[in-house]
């Protein structure tokens, strides 16, 4: 421990008013660090130069391998970053796919051979392992517990600490993470997508996908489920494989049209084991035993195929377009659905169906809207309020300040007032380019 107080700067670049574009700065003992460089809706804002000079930071720590979370990586590379980046395994190949999917696709462009500087830059780092980055500065990973591999980063310096939560899982504790009974933490920058709505129960959520598409196939409709990360995809395909297992629906074709998906299932098997969940169905196995479920490939053609069926995609950027196509195949038919199991960026896809009322423009087409529009959060990969509220409050002892970023304005400024209000926690949240100073 060392006697004197030492100032650190935080920097919120991105991801602080809004879900996207995540990239926060941490400069303190001779070291720039960044939390996150992900990529923005508006292709626009990705075009822009960054606001700091890349090939003065130090590290990189990537807490999980979203495109709002990873998506710059290329820029940041592009315009001199030389430093280490840090994740999780699981995070750094996921990343990998996603950015090699995202190849010509982006916004901005970059080529495979930059994909593959990345990578060499790119170290891999348990949960629990400490690492020092310079003269008694430390960083710790946790298991988040939001998708595969997703990490809070602890960075420690004279035992005071500050924790960026940029994701939080949807049941999330901290036992489960496994942050110390008697952690003290001073900062903490913390998520808030929910911040100001709270999931239905599980079980309400189950009943009511059997519902949708029991009554889609009774009316000889299609179910389109367009879903954000790969993860969700599991989930998805787990609840629907258990729902015809159970004969709660009848056994119809379910197609998923990810490349990623297809890609990324050897890692989902060797990382779910059958132990982690009561059905001991480990993930390999369910998928190989799920009768009538097939990877479709781009270009295949689902139209042929009669009756009822279930369609799944929308991952990966080459996801979205194919995603696109079958959302304008289907979205004049009363007859189908469009379940919409997550949250959804502003300017997407999913957003503009929840809003929209009579029309929408898909490839350049105005279509009507006459599709079944539902949508559910209970299989949200993230904490709601009051999971926000409680993790903050398990924390509370000796912290300082709380920042609450990567949300809607709304919805991060009622969590730091709830905060405030509710836990006289000092909590605000940062607009973007602000910055703080921080004592250690
Ligand atoms: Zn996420």
Redesign the pocket.
């Known amino acids: 421990m060392k006697n004197q107080t030492e100032k650190f700067k935080l920097t919120f670049w991105g991801g602080a008013g809004f879900v996207t574009g995540v990239n926060f700065m941490l400069e303190g003992v001779g070291k720039k660090i960044l939390v996150d460089i992900g990529s923005f809706t508006k292709h626009e804002d990705n075009d822009k130069p960054l606001p700091y000079n890349p090939s003065e930071i130090d590290f990189l720590f990537v ?2 391998a ?1 495109m ?2 990873m998506g710059r990586i290329p820029k940041l590379i592009k315009e001199g970053f030389k430093g280490t980046i840090y994740s999780t395994q699981e995070t750094k190949f996921l990343s990998e796919l996603m950015l090699t999917d995202c190849l010509g696709a982006c916004g901005f462009s970059f080529e495979e051979e930059e994909v593959k500087q990345i990578m060499s830059l790119w170290k891999t780092i348990s949960y629990g392992e400490i690492i020092d980055l310079n003269d008694g500065l430390t960083v710790k990973m946790y298991d988040a517990g ?2 595969l591999g ?1 990490s809070f980063f602890d960075f420690s310096y004279n035992n005071n600490s500050l924790i960026f939560a ?2 939080v899982g949807s049941s999330f504790t901290k036992e489960l993470s496994g942050i110390e009974e008697n952690k003290k933490i001073k900062y903490l920058v913390i ?1 808030s ?1 929910y911040g100001d709505k709270i999931h239905k129960l599980t079980d309400s959520v189950q009943e009511y996908v059997e519902d949708i598409i029991e009554t889609t196939i009774k009316r000889e409709g299609n179910v389109l489920i367009p879903v954000s ?1 790969i993860d969700k995809i599991y989930l998805l395909l787990r609840e629907i494989y258990s729902l015809m297992g159970s004969g709660k629906i009848p056994k119809i074709p379910v197609f998923v049209d990810s490349l990623l998906v297809e890609k990324s299932i050897g890692i989902y098997e060797k990382i779910f084991k059958c132990e982690e969940y009561g059905s001991c169905n480990s993930l390999g196995n369910f998928v190989n035993n799920f009768e009538g479920l097939k990877f479709v490939k781009n270009g295949d053609d689902l139209g042929k195929i009669e009756g009822p069926k279930i369609i799944i995609g929308g991952v990966g950027v080459s996801d979205k377009k194919k995603i696109d196509t079958y959302v304008e195949k289907y979205i004049s038919d009363p007859n189908s659905s469009i379940i919409i199991p997550d949250y959804q960026i502003i300017g997407s896809l999913g957003r503009k169906l929840q809003e929209e009322e009579d029309f929408i423009v898909i490839n350049e087409k105005k279509m009507p809207i006459n599709i079944q529009i539902e949508t559910i959060d209970g299989y949200s ?2 904490a709601d309020h009051n999971h926000l509220f409680k993790f903050v409050d398990d924390l509370k002892d000796g912290l300082e300040k709380v920042f609450v970023v990567i949300g809607e304005e709304k919805s991060s400024e009622f969590l730091m007032n709830k905060l405030r209000d509710y836990l006289g926690v000092n909590s605000t949240a940062p607009k973007r380019g602000e910055s703080f100073e921080l004592e250690f």
């Open positions: 807490s999980h979203q709002e979370h939001h998708i997703s940029n994701s998520e997508v990360s990969s993230h």
